[in-house]
């Protein structure tokens, strides 16, 4: 049978991300935790026969590199697949994430007994066991200590729930009536999938919808080829750094090679420290999956997010590095590593197209657990909270959003205020954490939580709290972030590392979470004055920043006084 049409095949692309987009609805609709139902830290996708991705709903890119991990092993392992079987796993090393707290659940449809494909749902679950309550702290020392291992396993066989299965996993979280909920409803969104792939199956038959999605993956493909010619051929190498990971040590470096060849690209890691004694390590389907995210984002955003997109990009990384880890490496806060992975792709591509590339961004996933009891109950209270992104050519960086690899919401005071013994003291834009620049780098985010009643044990893992992000041609460096714990009347101890966990907080006592800003783009001085007086106006930046950094000299009323910015700034060209 010959390919359907062009109209045809944008119907059925189109109907395949809309089974995606369902999958995510029911699976945060029937979902416990508050980290799935009202944060979204969940993504859901489709897969073709043959194991390759076609559509991922608009949920988290570190999350392709999960489930398409976990799809591979299914079809590549001779596991007898049958009608009506669900698999879960969460092991980074073996295809079935990137950290344990990240649990897929994939399903192969079939019709007639025929495979037709697969529907995968993967969601970030609020405990998992391991020493530390939301097993997701940055400073375990290896992968054992961060929670239950679930290897690829039957959930459910032609048709039958496996209780034993179900029960394993339970009693191994402090949370198991959470956990339970929380995978009995990626369960449905699994029969969700199921179902509508079925619809669309009878509807245009199993020929037509191979052809067809053979298509939509030819057509990333094509389109990658196509974005990548456009590029100059060259090598293009940038190094950024995390954070030390062990006190008074030196910054990690995460060092990408990008190689450009006619319609070819390839990203080597070469130069990246080795793999660390702290959960920062990055398993390869996370490090694909980010890389896949940043040559996207600078190339073409519009590429479909398919099999045929991530399969054109050759990815390079030593054996025992930070981004190619050896198990039983801890990976917990491996999402640092990521976002400092896009940075260095991004910084590489910079060089190569500077007109598409912003300044560094928060790059952090600014991570903390809150954890404690409740009358008899334990709760687990996880959070991500946002930063600035980085400057942009031709405009200034967004304030308090989560960029890269990231894309879960905030918990709103309200349902953490209902869900938890916490009160929220203060929830703010940090006053000049944007870097200054032609176009002003993005806001950080200061939240003050206090904990009520018995107290509450604080973990976390964060980076970009010792190494600033950058600013790019002149543009000043974003402010780092801060963890400050035992808060009260305003004072307390900022941490020396973003990695930490076994903090207890007195009831009473608060933490203070600072989420970093980001890099300015272009030279300060070039400012529009008028934009400057509107952020001083507005908070963004302070009456002494705005003369320090931006040259701007401004009346008491706030006005900007034009004579007096005009002599400043010539007086500082004059001198540099």
Known sequence: ???PDMITTQVIGNALLGIAEEMGVALRRSAYSTNIKERSDCSTAVFDHAGRLIAQAEHMPIHMGSMAGLIAHLVGADLGLTDGDVFITNDPYAGGGTHLPDITVAAPVFRDGELIGFVADIAHHSDVGGRVPGSNSGD????????????????????????????????????????????????????????????????????????????????????????????????????????????????????????????????????????????????????????????????????????????????TAPEGCLVNPRPPAPVAGRTDCCQRVADAVLGALAKALPERVPAGSHSSVTYFTLAGEQGGDFWVYPEVVAGGMGARPDRDGLDAVQVHITNSSNLPIEALELEYPLRVNAYELITDSGGAGRFRGGLGIRREIQALDSGAEFSSHADRQQVPPWGLCGGLPGDPGAFVVHVRDGKGERLRSGRASGIHLEPGEAVRIEAPGSGGHGDPLERDPGAVAADVADGRVSPAAALDQYGVVLTAAGLVDVAGTAAERTRRNATT
Do not use: W
């Open 1 to 3: 049978m010959s390919a």
């Open 140 to 315: 375990c020392g290896s992968i054992f200590e961060e929670g239950l291992r679930i290897p690829l396993v039957r959930l459910v066989t032609a048709g039958r729930l496996s209780t034993d299965v179900l029960s394993f996993v339970t009693l191994n979280s402090r949370l198991p009536e959470e956990r339970g909920g929380d995978i009995r409803a990626q369960l449905a969104a699994c029969h969700i999938g199921r179902t509508r792939l079925l619809e669309l199956h009878d509807r245009y038959g199993a020929a037509t919808l191979r052809e067809a999605t053979g298509a939509l993956l030819d057509h990333a493909s094509r389109r990658l080829r196509a974005a990548v010619a456009a590029v100059p051929d060259g090598e293009y190498a940038f190094t950024d750094h995390l954070d030390p990971d062990e006190p008074g040590g030196a910054p990690v470096p995460v060092a990408a090679t990008v190689t450009v060849a006619g319609e070819r690209i390839a990203v080597d890691f070469t130069g990246t420290g080795p793999q660390s004694a702290l959960g920062i390590n990055v398993v390869r389907s996370a490090l694909e999956a980010t890389v896949c995210y940043a040559v996207k984002a600078v190339l073409d955003p519009e590429i479909p997010a398919n099999g045929g997109f991530f399969d054109g990009i050759a990815i």
